[in-house]
């Protein structure tokens, strides 16, 4: 398929307008399925073009002023905001009203605004809120969209998403994409989708484009080696992993300290401030973004050079998604891993579950003590250790 074979002259217009000429290989496989109005299965990584598939069947098969007639479900508000401006794009001269629905902001705006909407993008709690309060009507609902589907069942969504799609009328087509089909993703597909057509487009990254490589550190000197790697990298945006929301506020903070742009971004910050801080990480105004997984799925982010676990994942999928974010598109990536004690059980893990990745160790550099930390983390000039220098072993 090419994009020229699409009929609608509105889509190919949109599609020529946003630059692209060669669909990816989730968008030949797709489209012509979607726009016959089959079920479709989409095995598909994040930044593999899925948006852009499945907005082309909601834009053609959605009439202004008809009631809601399309209707997509993520996992989380930032990924509702990124795919609300995905198919605004795309639906480029065709009069449809298209808005997000998640939590964490006004639902009376929401409430008003679902009576002259004909696409929502949602995330399941919110969604369901609207489903109970009977503010939200999905009688219409031709074209039913579950993006992320994997991400939603880790996220312990499944019930609602089950209550959602029982909502919806059972005449209708629905399309459900998905990095890994976990066994609940499949029994979805299997009670609520008619004859499925399944489509295989998972490869996430191109490996002859990507290094990975790790540095062994003692604990204390991770961050050390962090800032000192990203002074010396010559590199565009950079993306810092780390595990939980208190590491990542606290290298954040190191990393502004030590004159290297930098913001975080994790599930504690408001919406507000999240989209602010993803919109500025996309212009350039940010060149680190230190992260929790939050920011590993769904996310459109461009010209990603460098990926930094300063924290090992522990699961493998996770890892996958992390360094899904570079080596696109043609160009090179990099893949830095700093491995303390701790780190050891979580990479194992990876190794074992991914043995074709060529991950190769590297001498870590001689590390002078200039890094300024954040004033929390010092100890006093006077500080006195209290109680045995020595920690008694522990009975096994």
Not at 229 to 240: G, Y
Request: charged share 30%; hydrophobic share 35%.
């Amino acid at each position: 398929m090419k994009f020229e074979d699409i009929k609608s002259e509105q889509l190919r217009t949109a599609i020529k307008r946003l630059g692209f000429t060669e669909p990816t290989l989730i968008q030949k496989k797709t489209i012509p399925l979607i726009l016959e109005g089959k079920d479709v299965i989409g095995e598909s990584a994040t930044g593999s073009g899925k948006t852009l598939a499945f907005a082309t069947g909601m834009i053609e098969h959605s009439t202004p002023g008809q009631g809601i007639q399309a209707l997509v479900l993520v996992p989380t508000r930032e990924l509702a905001e990124q795919v609300k401006d995905e198919v605004i794009t795309i639906s480029h001269n065709k009069p449809l009203k298209i808005i997000p629905i998640y939590g964490g902001v006004s639902i009376n705006v929401q409430i008003n605004e679902l009576k002259k909407t004909d696409i929502v993008v949602a995330t399941p709690g919110r969604l369901l809120d609207h489903i109970n309060r009977r503010t939200i009507n999905l009688s219409k609902i031709k074209l039913l969209i579950l993006d992320e589907a994997d991400r939603m069942v880790e996220m312990g969504f499944i019930d609602d998403v089950e209550k959602i799609i029982r909502a919806c009328p059972k005449e209708r087509q629905t399309l459900l994409f998905s990095a890994t089909m976990y066994e609940q993703a499949q029994q979805i597909a299997k009670k609520h989708m008619i004859d499925p057509v399944t489509v295989f487009a998972t490869k996430m990254v191109d490996p002859t484009k990507l290094k990975q490589v790790y540095y062994e550190s003692p604990a204390n000197l991770k961050k050390q080696l962090l800032v000192h790697l990203l002074k010396q990298e010559k590199s565009d945006l950079v993306m810092v992993f780390c595990n939980t929301r208190r590491i990542t506020e606290t290298i954040a903070t190191v990393l502004k300290i030590n004159k290297i742009k930098s913001a975080p971004i994790h599930g504690g910050l408001t919406q507000v401030k999240r989209l602010k801080t993803i919109d500025l990480f996309n212009k350039g105004k940010v060149q680190v973004l230190v992260c929790t997984d939050v920011a590993a799925r769904g996310l459109h982010i461009e010209g990603v050079t460098h990926i930094y676990n300063f924290d090992i994942p522990k699961e493998p999928c996770d890892y996958v998604h992390r360094i899904g974010r570079t080596a696109r598109a043609g160009k090179e990536g990099i893949v830095i891993n700093i491995l303390a004690h701790r780190d050891y059980d979580n990479f194992s893990r990876i190794m074992t579950a991914h043995r074709e990745f060529d991950i190769q160790k590297e001498e870590r550099p001689y590390l002078e003590n200039t890094i300024e930390i954040p004033k929390e983390e010092r100890r006093p000039k006077n500080f006195k250790r209290k109680g045995p220098k020595r920690f008694p072993s522990r009975r096994r």
